[in-house]
């Protein structure tokens, strides 16, 4: 029997859970106490297996010593700086580093603290390039079904998930929505489906529709990853690009989930040979151990933007308190120093065909419908339960109380173990996911 950690249940009147059922959790609280390596462990001492990274933040395991000693030093030298008109030199070795791993040319960074702050800085930022260039009327932004980018008025608006904007209509600009990729064709792909590119010509349609002059930015996560892993057609990205060419219009990969080695590759732009205008990531920038994202853009924007600017003033009236905090900067460098290091995205590369078999052997399972992925991020669609999402809800809190902790939305469950996680931790993952789904009594 495992020692306990900490009181198996705390007082949970004053803390408001973000995307839970607090009815539900106040019932049956399931609770991490302790972290290290690929696991946790609840107040009571039992071990549970961590198949998500965290919220696929951790990519290189939790409780990264030397992650914990660069935070402690810079805490211990320069804990705060504001980044209004000041500046710590931190942040611009940061910055720096990331340009080394970043597209060539997409190498000029803005800090924020999340990938929801990520969007709505990107969004401006691309806003504010087109006034730059004399093209003030480029207000619209176009985002996909199924899309997620975040929960700020940016994400909100771009959000292509009903629930994510059912009830927040009035903070929203204007942002219209071409359909997701996934067909019914495309079941039981692994890595990119053969079908689906065709989807990308609803941008065109778009343009048509509305004027590609009146278009700022289209926003696309390279995979869409909140929604349950939907892998790109092959060539679908290629033509989104060459239409954003066409109309001059900016395009941003949304890589809060699939930077950092996610892919195999640093970043998924890379992976798939398309590069965008713009680039926000967050989660494994600090190996989800400090709040920090960061937008990446090509260096001619920025030029654009500076160029444009009358005077003494900002250039870009944007920014928040904690932009490029230097604790976390620290944090980040630290986090790239293990990536390089430890060579992780050359370790998911290799560690992926092993994960995807271990994940398509779960086809034939009564509660699997469809199987996705790519790299080291898998979808599972379930079979559908009484109402949407019940089925992604209880099977969740079954795997938790079985061992492994893994993210559901709706009725697909999100598999995205570390880059570092050992193969035989990989394969007691699988056999979590055998014994639950493989009930056929849910």
Not at 230 to 248: N, Q, S
């Amino acid at each position: 029997m495992n020692a306990p950690i900490a009181p198996a249940v705390p007082n949970m009147e004053h803390h408001w859970l973000p995307f839970t059922n607090n009815r539900l959790f106040w019932q049956e609280p399931q609770i991490f106490a302790k972290a290290e390596g690929v696991r946790y462990w609840t107040p009571e001492g039992r071990e549970i297996l961590d198949g998500a990274s965290g919220l696929f933040c951790c990519a290189a395991g939790h409780a990264r010593p030397e992650i914990a000693d660069a935070v402690h030093k810079q805490l211990m030298t320069l804990d705060y700086t504001p980044h209004f008109q000041r500046a710590a030199p931190v942040s611009f070795e940061f910055a720096e580093r990331l340009a080394g791993i970043l597209p060539e040319g997409i190498d000029r960074v803005f800090f924020g603290n999340s990938g929801s702050e990520a969007v709505d800085s990107a969004v401006k930022i691309c806003l504010a390039y087109h006034r730059a260039k004399g093209q003030s009327q480029r207000t619209r932004f176009v985002s996909r079904n199924w899309a997620y980018h975040g929960v700020n008025m940016g994400g909100t608006s771009l959000a292509g998930m009903v629930n994510n904007r059912r009830d927040f209509g009035a903070v929203t600009f204007d942002a219209v929505h071409m359909r997701h990729t996934w067909a019914e064709e495309q079941k039981f792909s692994r890595g990119q489906p053969e079908t689906g590119a065709d989807r990308a010509d609803d941008l065109e349609e778009m343009c048509k529709l509305y004027g590609g002059e009146t278009i700022a930015a289209v926003f696309i996560e390279p995979i869409a990853g909140s929604i349950g892993t939907i892998v790109p057609p092959k060539g679908y990205l290629e033509k989104i690009r060459a239409i954003c060419d066409k109309y001059g219009i900016l395009l941003v990969f949304d890589e809060v989930i699939t930077g950092f080695g996610r892919t195999g590759s640093a970043f998924a732009s890379q992976e798939f040979a398309v590069k965008p205008d713009v680039i926000t990531m967050a989660k494994a920038l600090t190996n989800g151990v400090i709040p920090m994202s960061a937008v990446a853009v090509k260096r001619e924007i920025q030029a654009a933007v500076i160029d444009a600017a009358q005077g003494d003033r900002p250039e870009l009236f944007h920014g928040y308190t904690y932009s490029a905090h230097p604790v976390a900067c620290a944090a980040g460098i630290a986090a790239l120093n293990i990536y390089r290091d430890e060579g992780l995205f050359e370790r998911a590369k290799a560690l992926s065909p092993q994960f995807l078999d271990m994940v398509f052997g779960l086809r034939n399972l009564p509660q699997v419908v469809d199987l996705r992925g790519y790299g080291m991020l898998a979808g599972i669609q379930l079979k559908p339960g009484a109402t949407p999402g019940a089925k992604g809800s209880l099977v969740q809190r079954l795997l938790f109380d079985a061992g492994l902790h893994i993210k559901a939305t709706g009725d697909a469950i999100i598999f995205a173990p570390a880059l570092v996680t050992p193969e035989d931790d990989m394969a007691r993952m699988g056999d979590v996911l055998q014994k639950v789904l493989g009930r056929a009594d849910l």
